[in-house]
């Protein structure tokens, strides 16, 4: 009798524990804190500064959620997550949202049970050489030995670029960027291969990167973008929607400096509608009018984004290239706020 | 006869489970049982309730899909063509390399600093005090990690070798290279080669290796049947035939007739294009992994070597030495068989111990069991649970089998008692 008691207790209760998974925008609320899964160290994108605030183009769409669903960019937990952690932390619950330069790949979206909700990166593999190894091209890279992050979809792709090239390598595996950039810096490999962005801001973190050199093959497509559990569509909305709201908003011009005086004063529907003053669209994704206007202010629009982590004017440099907005011939192209 | 009237059994009631001595031991572990049974199913049942809710099942069948990723260290042919399970296979040999290798090597070690540490020499005795103590109490990953940065930060890039006048040469007379990324040593090379053994699947044993264990394991039967030979002589006629050289003789002439037979010789490295070739790439990894391992463990195995040794009393080398023993012949003849009985029970678990210890080769980049199956092939089809087990499984089947091996070993030396 006992027995059956406790047992049905036990039974009920993982059920309880297993249907209150589903509400992510519940459980963030209710804990007042968003739990955003980013890189353990990648300069630019997202790493702790002097002071030990996280800071870069991935922790910037974390805050922007925060701001949207809380009303505080700054009640953010980050959890670091290395190339091998990451998909088990999200799916596991132990972050909310996974904004860590993962690539969108039909396996991840639908094996592993992920949903990408938009790339804010569109990025490609590449590979990093020192300059006096005089190789001009990853063509005549055959024979060499190459550092790579295991776990990641750019193991995969070294593997058939050198195969389809009929070249051979030995690979490093890594597993984490900052090992890979103590193995490539002490020469225990010729080459040092991640995303093209990732290589960017590790050159930036060298004390000499004049000496080293991005050779000009990109190898792979790597659209990077947040992530979240698959079967909570409208915590999906929710960061899909934050997310084409900050590129939505430098479309329309909308950015931190101007975004109070265009709540006012600006006539554009569009950004009416964006910003809360004259259709409710927070209403239908569970929050309130401002959302939208909020996200924006949290660290201003995608390009301002952009342009503060990894712009040109950064020591990390990259151009907008693909990733601008589509009206400049990028591939940046937010849907319709309506 | 005395009437033993034993009282009637009085009838049983349900509260006798509890303050009757003969059924209460019975009613707890019944109770204890089903609470265990009950703990195992709610986890089993959580587990399935949760991956449910995730969508997800527990299926094997990524095993058989290709697993498209390169691996640095193949003893069996693999390209990233492959399965995962050949992947996973591939792991557990480079698994089995390093702890096989560890194993001996840490015997090696362990059994002269044992015996080194009980050495009348002071300073031979404190240095070992020494080694001992600084690896038994530093994590064996630190160990790990220090021997690997060592290598990778001090050693020359093959790159320094390069040119008329390199700043890094080769040693042993210009046949094994000392680099940051891996020592390359020579192969040997066959100039009659004879062919390979197909096992199937891609693997296979060349003729001259099953040639040379087959000729050495006869040298060896040979040499036992000489020992045997002059025991009988010495037993009837009590003078011992001298047989070094005929022993000497079964178990080198037929392997060097082999090697000339064969034509084996060496391929030395040579440096070409990024990195060197010809030779074989021993990765630094395997080698930081193995060094560490061997002297973590060798200090455990030189502690239980020492306590093995002190076990014997006294009296058993006196005895010896007083029968006229010399020194080198009573540590062989009658300590050390004795000392065996203790030392081998606590050696097993060392060598699980080491062999369990190599799934931190990942720190190095070693790719082992855990590298490939619980690392990689994990990563890239996100089957963490399925993974997780069939790793656990195989580990334990590889430590039971260790364990049975030398509790089969530990049963011949053990004192025989009658």
């Given at each position: 009798m006992k027995t059956s008691v406790f047992l049905g207790s036990v039974a009920a209760a993982t059920l309880m524990a297993g249907v209150g998974m589903a509400d992510t925008l519940a459980d963030v609320k209710a804990r007042g804190e968003l739990n955003c899964g980013v890189n353990t160290g990648l300069v630019g994108f997202a790493a702790p500064d002097a002071n030990g605030n996280w800071t870069g183009f991935d922790v910037d769409i974390c805050k922007a959620v925060a701001a949207a669903v809380l009303g505080d960019p700054t009640k953010v937990k980050y959890v670091p997550t290395t190339g091998q952690t990451r998909f088990t932390?999200?799916?596991?619950?132990?972050?909310?949202?996974?904004?860590?330069?993962?690539?969108?790949?039909?396996?991840?979206?639908?094996?592993?049970?992920?949903?990408?909700?938009?790339?804010?990166?569109?990025?490609?593999?590449?590979?990093?050489?020192?300059?006096?190894?005089?190789?001009?091209?990853?063509?005549?890279?055959?024979?060499?030995?190459?550092?790579?992050?295991?776990?990641?979809?750019?193991?995969?792709?070294?593997?058939?670029?050198?195969?389809?090239?009929?070249?051979?390598?030995?690979?490093?595996?890594?597993?984490?960027n900052a090992e890979g950039e103590q193995q490539y810096m002490a020469g225990a490999c010729d080459a040092y291969t991640t995303d093209a962005s990732g290589l960017a801001a590790t050159r930036a973190a060298f004390a000499d990167p004049e000496n080293h050199i991005i050779l000009p093959e990109i190898i792979s497509k790597e659209p990077l973008g947040p992530a979240v559990r698959h079967g909570d569509s409208n915590w999906g909305d929710i960061v899909r929607w934050t997310l084409y709201a900050l590129i939505a908003a430098e479309e329309y011009g909308i950015t931190s400096a101007n975004i109070e005086e265009l709540t006012t004063s600006s006539q554009n529907p569009e950004v009416q509608r964006l910003l809360g003053t004259t259709d409710d669209l927070g209403a239908m994704i569970g929050l309130d009018k401002e959302w939208a206007k909020r996200a924006i202010m949290a660290s201003g629009n995608y390009g301002e984004i952009f342009a503060a982590n990894i712009g040109e004017q950064t020591p990390i440099g990259l151009a907008r290239g693909l990733n601008a907005q589509w009206t400049q011939g990028g591939l940046m192209y937010a849907m319709p706020f309506r | 006869m005395t009437d033993l009237s034993v009282p009637a059994s009085p009838p049983f009631r349900p509260s006798m489970l509890i303050y009757d001595r003969r059924y209460r031991s019975l009613t707890f572990q019944v109770i204890v049982f089903i609470l265990v049974m009950a703990l195992a199913w709610w986890l089993i049942n959580n587990t399935i309730q949760n991956l449910a809710a995730l969508g997800k099942d527990f299926d094997f069948g990524f095993l058989w899909s290709r697993a498209g990723y390169d691996i640095p260290q193949t003893p069996i042919p693999y390209s990233s063509d492959d399965t995962h399970l050949r992947a996973a296979l591939v792991g557990l040999l480079n698994t089995l390399i390093v702890s096989i290798l560890g194993c001996i090597a840490a015997t090696f070690v362990g059994v002269v600093a044992g015996v080194a540490r009980l050495s009348n020499n002071w300073l031979i005795a404190r240095l070992m005090t020494v080694y001992v103590e600084a690896f038994r109490n530093v994590p064996l990953l630190l160990w790990i990690l220090i021997v690997f940065a060592i290598f990778t930060e001090i050693m020359p890039a093959p790159n320094a070798f390069r040119g008329d006048n390199p700043s890094a040469s080769m040693i042993l007379f210009d046949n094994v290279a000392l680099t940051n990324r891996y020592t390359a040593i020579p192969t040997l090379g066959m100039t009659n080669d004879p062919g390979s053994l197909d096992l199937g699947a891609r693997i296979t044993i060349s003729w001259a290796t099953l040639a040379f264990v087959v000729v050495l394991a006869a040298g060896w039967i040979a040499r036992r049947m000489i020992a045997t030979w002059a025991q009988q002589v010495q037993d009837r006629t009590g003078s011992r035939p001298t047989t070094w050289w005929a022993s000497l003789a079964v178990m080198t002439v037929p392997s060097l007739l082999l090697i000339w037979y064969f034509g084996l010789h060496l391929i030395a490295p040579e440096l070409r294009g990024f990195n060197f070739t010809g030779g074989l790439n021993v990765q630094n990894g395997l080698v930081a992994l193995w060094l560490a391992l061997t002297l973590y463990t060798g200090a455990f195995i030189a502690e239980i070597v020492r306590a093995g040794i002190?076990?014997?009393?006294?009296?058993?080398?006196?005895?010896?030495?007083?029968?006229?023993?010399?020194?080198?012949?009573?540590?062989?003849?009658?300590?050390?068989?004795?000392?065996?009985?203790?030392?081998?029970?606590?050696?097993?678990?060392?060598?699980?111990?080491?062999?369990?210890?190599?799934?931190?080769?990942?720190?190095?980049?070693?790719?082992?069991?855990?590298?490939?199956?619980?690392?990689?092939?994990?990563?890239?089809?996100?089957?963490?649970?399925?993974?997780?087990?069939?790793?656990?499984?195989?580990?334990?089947?590889?430590?039971?089998?260790?364990?049975?091996?030398?509790?089969?070993?530990?049963?011949?030396?053990?004192?025989?008692?009658?």
């Open positions: 932390a999200l799916s596991s619950g132990e972050v909310d949202l996974l904004a860590r330069n993962s690539t969108w790949t039909f396996s991840r979206d639908t094996d592993l049970k992920l949903d990408f909700v938009g790339v804010n990166y569109y990025d490609g593999q590449g590979f990093m050489v020192s300059k006096d190894l005089g190789v001009t091209s990853a063509k005549e890279l055959e024979g060499a030995t190459v550092c790579i992050q295991t776990g990641t979809t750019t193991e995969l792709n070294l593997a058939d670029y050198f195969k389809a090239n009929n070249m051979t390598y030995s690979p490093v595996n890594i597993d984490s | 002190l076990a014997i009393s006294r009296g058993q080398s006196e005895a010896a030495f007083a029968l006229g023993l010399r020194p080198g012949r009573t540590m062989n003849l009658v300590i050390l068989p004795q000392a065996l009985r203790v030392i081998i029970p606590p050696l097993i678990s060392q060598y699980l111990n080491l062999t369990k210890n190599s799934s931190l080769a990942i720190a190095v980049g070693y790719m082992d069991l855990k590298g490939t199956l619980g690392g990689t092939t994990l990563n890239q089809t996100g089957r963490e649970l399925e993974s997780i087990v069939l790793m656990m499984g195989v580990y334990l089947v590889l430590s039971l089998t260790i364990s049975a091996g030398m509790n089969v070993f530990n049963a011949r030396v053990k004192l025989k008692e009658r």
